[in-house]
């Protein structure tokens, strides 16, 4: 286990403006019989991927409300990660082999930052799989409550892996997953909630920029930022499907020469196989001076998606299994309209024709693409519902105000 992840300071008041004076009060009043509490979140990266994303801001917008909170990230080697992300992978019900080697790897893994944990604490939340099997192995409880958040889709888990998974989870007192339809077979806890996660307005990754700032940024990296982009940002993983969103954007480029294409991708230190489909995704992109394959090692940090999200003329995410694809709740916040995988969280924020366009095949994506450029209004259009159902729904206030009202209830 590492040291605490170091955060920087944030204050609800600085989100007064876009949230609303009720909204921050509410969250003070809701946060008052939980001043000091200890709350530890545990994770498997501090940077790359969703969950990270969250933690950055959820954790000093807790200190600013009066908790503890503190985030650690679990130790882990290659051949760790490696079973983990199979594991990712299986449990949302990829057929792979999961041998006894591979299991024994998770377990003393476990069994490893479950002693290295230190300290006493009210509640601590163990995210996802990676680290699901602390509070099993823990001589010692160290919280009064454990929480299991679970951030992906295991209503289909390949059953090697769920079986094996099980035992451990029975261990926890609650679990939140993201909806109700992602809880899997015979889940053995008996409280659980669902919280779908939520962006932060003012991060860098989301915070209003100029607009010819971003064209600035993106011209950087090669981009035109006169002709029309499309975009997806997301993990190199198959799940993504960068590969059907180049054949897409073939499909756009015959009847739209002058469009462009960037896949923005980030290596989270917890997905090895990241750098395998990155070069396999380069591959199938071959030698297109109009698509652009990049990662954070090129020096795309948050605020240049930042930028890359406000310059897209479309943006695109077609996964074909998803959490819940916090880069459509930052594209929709940019007043982008979105043509998204029809899977997991998706759906809760594309709504077919009103914030963008829900797909299951790279000619329909192409599709909808095409029409989003042929009719600039209308996208616009939709990009504004997007952004007001984004600011109804998935800010990070309302992740905390969902989160505080849990813990007050079970920790009473
Ligand atoms: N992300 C990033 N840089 C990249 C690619 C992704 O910062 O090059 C961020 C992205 O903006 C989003 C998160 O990583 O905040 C991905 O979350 P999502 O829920 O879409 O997918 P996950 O990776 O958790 O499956």
């Known amino acids: 286990m590492h040291e605490p992840v170091s955060v ?29 509490m200890r709350v530890l979140h545990v ?41 983990t992300k199979a594991m990712h992978n299986g449990l949302q019900g990829m057929e792979l082999p999961f041998s006894p080697e591979m299991q024994e790897i998770w377990r003393e893994g476990n069994r490893r930052n479950a002693a290295q944990l230190e300290g006493d604490y009210d509640v601590i939340f163990i995210h996802d799989p990676q680290p699901a099997g602390i509070p099993a192995f823990r001589e010692r409880r160290g919280a009064r409550l454990w929480i299991w ?32 339809e992602y809880v899997g077979p015979d889940f053995p806890v008996r409280r659980v909630a669902f919280i779908p996660p939520t962006i932060d307005p003012l991060s860098p990754k989301n915070a209003p920029m100029r607009e010819d700032e971003a064209r600035a940024i993106v011209a950087r990296f090669g981009v035109d930022p006169h002709r029309p982009l499309l975009l997806q940002v997301s993990r190199f993983d198959p799940w993504k499907d960068p590969i059907g969103v180049i054949d897409a954007y073939r499909l756009v480029k015959r009847e739209r020469p ?55 003329a479309v943006v695109i995410q077609k996964s074909l ?21 029809r899977t997991g969280g998706i759906p809760l924020q594309v709504h077919d024709g009103e914030t963008g366009f829900l797909v299951d095949s790279v000619a329909a994506c192409a599709e909808k693409a095409l029409y989003l450029l042929s009719h600039p209004e209308e996208a616009q259009a939709m990009g504004a519902r ?27």
């Open 149 to 180: 958040r679970c951030h992906i889709d295991t209503r289909t888990p390949h059953p090697p892996f769920w079986s094996f998974l099980l035992p451990y989870l029975s261990a926890y007192d609650a679990a939140i997953f993201t909806m109700a």
């Open 43 to 83: 994770n498997a990266t501090a940077f790359g991927g969703g969950v990270a994303e969250i933690l950055s801001t959820h954790i000093p917008l807790l200190r600013d409300l009066g908790l503890e909170a503190e985030w650690r990230v679990i130790h882990g080697d290659e051949a760790f990660f490696r079973v």
């Open 258 to 312: 002058e469009v462009q294409l960037a896949l923005v991708g980030s290596m989270a230190h917890d997905d090895p196989e990241g750098w395998w489909y990155y070069d396999r995704t380069l591959r199938h992109a071959g030698e297109d001076p109009d698509l652009h394959v990049l990662h954070n090692f090129h020096g795309v940090g948050a605020w240049e998606v930042n930028a890359f999200q406000r310059a897209a």
């Open 8 to 36: 920087t300071p944030r204050s609800l008041n600085a989100l007064r403006p876009v949230v609303g004076e009720e909204e921050v009060e509410a969250l003070r009043e809701l946060a008052a019989p939980l001043r000091g």
């Open 386 to 412: 997007g952004r007001e159902h984004v600011r109804r729904h998935f800010l990070c206030t309302r992740g905390l105000r969902d989160e505080l009202a849990l813990l007050r209830e079970w920790m009473a």
């Open 321 to 341: 299994r998803e959490g819940f694809g916090l880069t459509v709740t930052e594209a929709l916040w940019k007043g982008k309209p979105v043509v998204g995988g």
